[in-house]
Antibody
Framework: QVQLQQSGAELVKPGSSVKISCKAS????????MHWIKQQPGNGLEWIGW????????KYNQKFNGKATLTADKSSSTAYMQLSSLTSEDSAVYFC???????????WGQGVMVTVSS | DVVLTQTPVAQPVTLGDQASISCRSS???????????LEWYLQKPGQSPQLLIY???NRFSGVPDRFIGSGSGSDFTLKISRVEPEDLGVYYC?????????FGAGTKLELK
């Protein structure tokens, strides 16, 4: 069955970077876009962007240009998101989600909590 | 960016009641290909969101028929008939017609 297994919680310092992962299994990784979504504590959801692992194409929400970098490793069926120049505003739970052809997120990872604190 | 306005912010319900959530968009969600990419997700406490409805009115696999999505253009509604305990949580509408994709702020379905 389809699973998206995300990496563990991160505690990072302001100004640093962090790279979180989303390991896919149960389907052909290279055939579906992988999206990333941010959820700040007590807040709603914010779409960050997507990557198509088949060819590495990406699309970002302009708000996250320069903040998030999406990559994918076909050999390990893993998608990554690097967040740079971290501030307290980046403290959030980050989800990966598979985009199905019909135009929706059908599977989600369990989320990764990133806490930015000195 | 497209703004999705959900009302109410919170919906207190009694189990077995009907609940209704509105999602209004700042612009039409009809895509140039004719589809309307308006979805509804439910996030239960401590969990990831889960898909309920896609393209306005299509129930995702395994979603009970007490969930009904409707609407067109920029005005959409999710109705839940006969609310059950597992329906409690925060409901989000989401649009994937316009870049960037956006979510509504959420509606919390809670017990009275």
């Amino acid at each position: 069955q389809v699973q998206l297994q995300q990496s563990g919680a991160e505690l990072v310092k302001p100004g640093s970077s962090v790279k979180i992962s989303c390991k896919a299994s149960g389907y052909t990784f290279t055939s579906y876009d992988m999206h990333w979504i941010k959820q700040q504590p007590g807040n709603g959801l914010e779409w960050i962007g997507w990557i198509y692992p088949g060819n590495g194409n990406t699309k970002y929400n302009q708000k996250f240009n320069g903040k998030a970098t999406l990559t994918a490793d076909k050999s390990s069926s893993t998608a990554y998101m690097q967040l740079s120049s971290l501030t307290s505003e980046d403290s959030a739970v980050y989800f990966c989600a598979r985009w199905y052809y019909g135009g929706f997120f059908d599977y989600w990872g369990q989320g990764v909590m990133v806490t930015v604190s000195s | 960016d497209v703004v999705l306005t959900q009302t109410p912010v919170a919906q207190p319900v009694t189990l077995g009641d009907q609940a209704s959530i509105s999602c209004r968009s700042s612009q039409s969600l009809v895509h140039s290909n004719g589809n309307t990419y308006l979805e509804w997700y439910l996030q239960k406490p401590g969990q990831s969101p889960q898909l309920l409805i896609y393209k306005v009115s299509n129930r995702f696999s395994g979603v009970p028929d007490r969930f009904i999505g409707s609407g067109s253009g920029s005005d959409f509604t999710l109705k839940i008939s006969r609310v059950e305990p597992e329906d409690l949580g925060v409901y989000y509408c989401f649009q994937a017609t316009h870049d960037p994709y956006t979510f509504g702020a959420g509606t919390k379905l809670e017990l009275k």
